[in-house]
């Protein structure tokens, strides 16, 4: 069984920073990438930032020049460093992973941590 745990939320005031961490653990066999979505009340969960295993990464245009995400495939874990915080980041942010469980297993997205609560005040 995948687990995932994030860390670092917070409450910031604008123009601060934050930085979330999530470590991937259980049973691994390879992870193709890993990201970070936002979510806030009555609406969808939202990408924010993805890096692949290649170290390839994607941004939501929002975040673009603020928020940089990073891997340690060492440790599987995935950070999101983010900086000049604007109200509207305001969201529950959750970890997504894309693995592998086994050799011959599938490769499945849908692993998700339990969300950090970031705010942001003006």
């Known amino acids: 069984q995948v687990r995932l745990v994030e860390s670092g939320g917070g409450l910031v005031q604008a123009g601060g920073s934050l930085r979330l961490s999530c470590a991937a653990s259980g049973t691994i066999f390879s992870i193709n990438a890993m990201g970070w979505y936002s979510q806030v009340p009555g609406k969808q969960r939202e990408l924010v930032a993805v890096?692949?295993?290649?170290?390839?990464?994607n941004y939501a245009d929002s975040v673009k020049g603020r928020f940089t995400i990073s891997r340690d495939n060492a440790k599987n874990t995935v950070y999101l460093q983010m900086n000049s915080l604007k109200p509207e980041d305001t969201a529950v942010y959750y970890c997504?992973?894309?693995?592998?469980?086994?050799?011959?297993?599938?490769?499945?997205?849908?692993?998700w941590g339990q969300g950090t609560q970031v705010t942001v005040s003006s």
């Open positions: 890096i692949k295993s290649a170290g390839n990464t």
């Open positions: 997504n992973a894309v693995l592998r469980e086994s050799r011959f297993g599938g490769i499945r997205g849908d692993y």
